[in-house]
T-cell receptor, first 113, second 112 residues
């Protein structure tokens, strides 16, 4: 049973470009969480999604960031017009339901140059 | 406002020593307190977790101590090994939800 799969593992974007980060949850998991980890800091919650629904986006920046989890396919975290401050590791986690343990993927390291 | 404060930021011990990492929280609604271990380039992996109705939990060489009245909890690693060298994060959530509040992490180095 494969774990949470994130791709790409590393992504380099120039300022002003768009970044798309993908997350395939563990088999059978329909709850997905995105976190951002800045260098030397802990993980900061961004958004919680269930299939086709955003449940909690209290940690998402108001502009340029969006997330989706369609009925078919992976969850996508999209960052438009990236800036240097977006450089970070972005982690996805998935769980079977809202009150069970969430398992993390290996992350996508975004570098904005 | 940070809701989970973790200390120390870094820790160096000799092999066999017992590193202790401390966390304090503010939100009394939190009822699930996991610890994660993260190696460079990897995602966080759950190590051990505790609920506030228990004061201590042990799994192998890892022990969590929990003080509900002080809103503090700590991780002890017995007989530490060089392979334990990693970054450790405490976290807190409500109902074991995937939405957790993390501490800033402790980088542990265990010297041979």
């Amino acid at each position: 049973n494969a774990g949470v799969m994130q791709n790409p593992r590393h992504l380099v974007r120039r300022r002003g470009q768009e970044a798309r980060l993908r997350c395939s949850p563990m088999k059978g998991h329909s709850h997905v969480y995105w976190y951002r980890q800045l260098p030397e800091e802990g993980l900061k919650f961004m958004v919680y999604l269930q299939k086709e629904n955003i449940i909690d986006e209290s940690g998402m920046p108001k502009e340029r960031f969006s997330a989706e989890f369609p009925k078919e396919g992976p969850s996508i975290l999209r960052i438009q017009q990236v800036v240097r401050g977006d450089s970070a590791a972005y982690f996805c986690a998935s769980s079977l339901d809202k009150n069970t343990e969430a398992f993390f993927g290996q992350g996508t390291r975004l570098t904005v140059v | 406002q940070q809701q989970v404060k973790q200390s120390p930021q870094s820790l160096i011990v000799q092999k066999g020593g017992i590193p202790i990492i401390n966390c304090a929280y503010e939100n009394t609604a939190f009822d699930y307190f996991p610890w994660y271990q993260q190696f460079p380039g990897k995602g966080p992996a759950l190590l051990i977790a505790i609920r506030p109705d228990v004061s201590e939990k042990k799994e192998g060489r890892f022990t969590i101590s929990f003080n509900k009245s002080a809103k503090q909890f700590s991780l002890h690693i017995m007989d530490s090994q060089p392979g334990d060298s990693a970054t450790y994060f405490c976290a807190a959530s409500v109902n074991r939800a995937g939405k957790s509040t993390f501490g800033d992490g402790t980088t542990l180095t265990v010297k041979p």
